[in-house]
């Protein structure tokens, strides 16, 4: 299979922050990437702003170091690294002053596509927004692109959509999570709208309930005071795992648009129930042998952040009335992995009562390690033992099924900012399903808040509290194992 790697437009990206952890771990290895992968073109140029005193050859080391540090070497020849770095300029500026910002309107050019990376706090993307369209830098096509948090709760997400709708119009506006740039998550479309097999079980009728892990191995790192502000409430569930249950249970768009494909989405984030407090378990990780505590890791032993959530999450409309969501994601987890399973109801009648080895079909989407899919059927196992089923999967690894292309699976970030320059909003968040997503979790964060609530400790290395157990127990189910 040859890989088809179609080239963008030329453009100028300016990435506001271009010296912080972001740009440095993704946002440029992804850029170099693409370049290898010959997709950037030569008039492409890519501009870093920050505080930081560096001029263009300072900022080119800066960068080569970065791509040294967070790229394997043999995926980083010093030829093509040098022909990367030639695309590679650099503004100091300050986003809450006026310094800096005349040059930044000498290099951008109105003659190409023009993307700004707000990879800053999102206290600065209103002084960024307000600035590039005061200083007459971001025509009125320029693209803007902002990360997560995108707010702390309904309030503050409303306020900051409120300072970018000041200067840039919904259409011009990337609001990234990265787990939509994820190829199985995509795929996960794919295969629901794509293949007559799976859609019409896809309901109710015959999804028993359907299962959404985000497992980590880590602690909280050097994220602590960050993190303690939010916790896995706000940092996973409200955008990643959201944004997961509604390509899962959205209904199929009209076209694959982007417009037509986030308004359905919303509709799901509008379907979404109350959650009670009976149907959730916060947790928060215990030292291990040789690790800290979560309260030690973020330096508050009084902490009532949650390090782990496990919920019970009902959709409200004629598809899915009946069928249960089980979300879970924690940190200090047995194994690092992502996966959603469909579990599929038992067929109505077994007429193999006396075979050993009953189980569900279920449809399994990793999303790391080794994205894929896998759909385990029942089988007889070969032989003349009598009528014996054995589960077997039907195995969809990308890297098998396609190849050298499918080992090659680009990096979510490097798809969505080839998106951003090629103005495909599909895989990025609308500013109202941002909104809607605050407005179900806020009232579960207040809930804790009012109760006094204090999240149960769990393992380092477990599977997450014991009480996360009978969330499926007491409706006769059991989680998947953590595995890798
Ligand atoms: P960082 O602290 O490492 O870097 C911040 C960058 O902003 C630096 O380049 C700094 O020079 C620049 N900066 C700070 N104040 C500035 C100012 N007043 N004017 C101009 N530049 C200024 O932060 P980060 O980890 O790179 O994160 C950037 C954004 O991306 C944050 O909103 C963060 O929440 C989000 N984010 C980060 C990650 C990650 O993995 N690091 C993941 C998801 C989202």
């Given at each position: 299979m040859v890989s088809r790697v179609i080239p963008v437009d030329p453009f100028d990206l300016v990435i506001f922050g271009g010296?912080?952890?972001?740009?440095?771990?993704?946002?440029l290895p992804s850029l170099f990437r693409r370049f290898v992968a010959g997709q950037i073109p030569d008039e492409a140029l890519i501009i870093g702003a920050a505080r930081s005193d560096l001029d263009q050859a300072g900022y080119r080391s800066f960068v080569a170091e970065a791509l040294t540090e967070f790229m394997p070497e043999p995926q980083r020849p010093a030829e093509e690294?040098?022909?990367?770095?030639?695309?590679?300029d650099y503004v100091q500026l300050d986003a809450t002053g006026d310094q800096g910002w005349a040059k930044m309107k000498e290099l951008v050019r109105d003659d190409r596509v023009q993307a700004f990376y707000f990879s800053v706090a999102p206290s600065l993307f209103g002084a960024i927004a307000e600035r590039l369209h005061r200083f007459g830098i971001a025509r009125p096509d320029?693209?803007?692109?902002?990360?997560?948090?995108?707010?702390?709760?309904?309030?503050s997400a409303r306020a900051l959509n409120a300072a970018l709708a000041s200067h840039f119009a919904e259409g011009q506006i990337y609001r990234i999570d990265?787990?939509?740039?994820?190829?199985?998550?995509?795929?996960?479309?794919?295969?629901?709208?794509?293949?007559?097999?799976f859609e019409p079980l896809w309901s109710a009728r015959y999804i028993d309930h359907v299962e959404i892990t985000v497992a980590e191995t880590v602690g909280v790192g050097g994220r602590g005071a960050y993190y303690d502000q939010s916790g896995a409430m706000r940092d996973m569930v409200q955008n990643h795992m959201m944004q997961l249950v509604c390509l899962i249970a959205m209904e199929a768009p009209y076209k694959f648009d982007p417009d037509a494909v986030r308004?359905?989405?919303?509709?799901?984030?509008?379907a979404l129930q109350p959650v009670g407090m009976d149907d959730i378990v916060r947790g928060q990780y215990r030292a291990g042998a040789d690790t800290l505590s979560y309260a030690e890791d973020v330096g508050n032993p009084a902490s009532t952040t949650e390090s782990y959530i496990a919920m019970k999450v009902e959709i409200a409309n004629w598809r899915w009335k009946g069928t249960p969501f089980y979300l879970r994601t924690g940190k200090r987890l047995r194994a690092r992995t992502s996966e959603i399973a469909i579990v599929f109801k038992e067929v109505p009648h077994s007429i193999f009562h006396d075979a050993i080895g009953?189980?569900?079909?279920?449809?399994?989407?990793r999303l790391q390690p080794n994205e894929g899919m896998t759909l385990s059927v029942m089988i007889k196992e070969p032989g003349p033992g009598g009528m014996r089923l054995i589960e077997v999967p039907l195995d969809m690894s990308f890297a098998e099924a396609l190849g050298a292309e499918g080992a090659?699976?680009?990096?979510?970030?490097?798809?969505?900012?080839?998106?951003?320059?090629?103005?495909?909003?599909?895989?990025?968040?609308?500013?109202?399903?941002?909104?809607a997503a605050w407005a179900w979790t806020d009232p579960i964060i207040q809930g804790w808040e009012e109760q006094g609530d204090r999240p149960r400790l769990y393992d380092a290395g477990s599977s997450g509290p014991e009480d996360s157990l009978m969330l499926m127990h007491r409706d006769k189910r059991r989680w998947r194992e953590i595995s890798e």
């Open positions: 010296t912080g952890d972001l740009a440095r771990r993704k946002i690294v040098t022909r990367f770095l030639a695309h590679l320029a693209r803007i692109v902002v990360e997560k948090p995108f707010g702390h709760d309904l309030e990265h787990y939509l740039g994820k190829e199985t998550v995509q795929n996960l479309m794919a295969v629901r709208f794509a293949n007559i097999l308004d359905e989405k919303l509709k799901v984030i509008h009953w189980h569900e079909n279920v449809l399994a989407i090659d699976i680009p990096d979510a970030y490097e798809r969505l900012i080839m998106d951003v320059i090629r103005g495909n909003q599909t895989l990025f968040m609308r500013g109202d399903e941002v909104e």
